[in-house]
């Protein structure tokens, strides 16, 4: 038995346990963007022993397919070439309605911007933006739906103003939006659907945490198993497993500490 056997098992639990619908080959690839040296094979081989399964799905859904539509003639070629950005709603335990923006890059993938609110409005949307702008800088395309905030007057000309070219979907047709319908369907199928909210404060800690663990941590494999902005990982060979267990997910122990200091009574 190898050495490490023991610690590596316990890392292979605590990825499959903690990070919602994972499978071997997404722990596999958590390890080696951490900088564990570990191949497939010993994972599954693992993975079997101890019984680990994906969980199942808690709502079936349809799959949404990138087909022969607007979103192939406008493909994105580089960093800041074309966004897209669509709303996702959920409730809190009141019953009480939560819309979400969210705004990705569709050619890192990276999620920009995941912005609960109770309603938005144009002007709220154009707000959001010009923040993500400042620090991102300009997309030359942004691609939505013909939802009432995205087709407003005044949010067209702040864009056009900025040099942004807006491009709509056909009504009906959300496969030509195939990108953020995608980051959607997972932030519902891998988040939402496991979450009570007791409080729109609470569902901004834990979407912020969702979100950081999306863009750095979560495995893609349109990005060859790579997360869209990893972590930078600096770990001595001897305690690379330890510290990836202690430390290098801080992510979920932080919004813990977040959730419990603002608790359930905000609106």
């Known amino acids: 038995m190898r050495t490490d056997e023991d610690e590596v098992r316990a890392t292979i639990i605590y990825l499959a346990t903690n ?51 607007s979103c192939v003639r406008l ?26 923006l969210n705004i990705i890059d569709e050619h890192t993938h990276e999620c920009l911007a995941c912005v609960a609110r109770r309603t938005f409005k144009a002007k709220d949307v154009i707000e959001l933006l010009a923040d993500i702008m400042l620090f991102k800088g300009y997309p030359e395309y942004i691609r939505s739906d013909n939802g009432p905030e995205f087709i407003a007057n005044v949010l067209r000309s702040w864009l056009n103003d900025v040099g ?73 060979v001897e305690t690379k497993v330890i510290n990836l267990r202690r430390g290098n997910w801080a992510i979920m122990e932080s919004s813990s500490t977040i959730q419990e200091a603002v608790g359930y009574g905000w609106n």
């Open 19 to 69: 990070f919602g619908r994972v499978g071997y080959r997404q722990v596999c690839n958590m390890m080696k963007n951490s900088g564990v040296k570990i191949n497939h094979k010993r994972v599954a081989r693992i993975w079997r022993q101890e019984g680990l399964k994906l969980p199942k799905k808690q709502v079936r859904r349809s799959r949404i397919f990138l087909n022969d539509g």
């Open 75 to 100: 493909r994105a070629e580089h960093k800041n070439h074309v966004w897209s950005y669509d709303f996702v709603e959920d409730v809190t335990m009141d019953g009480r309605k939560i819309r979400i």
């Open 164 to 236: 942004v070219i807006t491009t709509y979907i056909e009504p009906g047709s959300p496969w030509e939006n195939g990108y953020i319908e995608s980051f959607n369907a997972r932030m519902r199928d891998e988040f939402l659907n496991g979450e009570l909210f007791g409080s729109l404060a609470e569902a901004e800690t834990l979407i912020g945490a969702w979100v950081r663990y999306y863009n750095e941590i979560r495995p893609h494999s349109s990005l060859s198993g790579r997360p869209p902005t990893p972590q930078s990982y600096n770990i001595p």
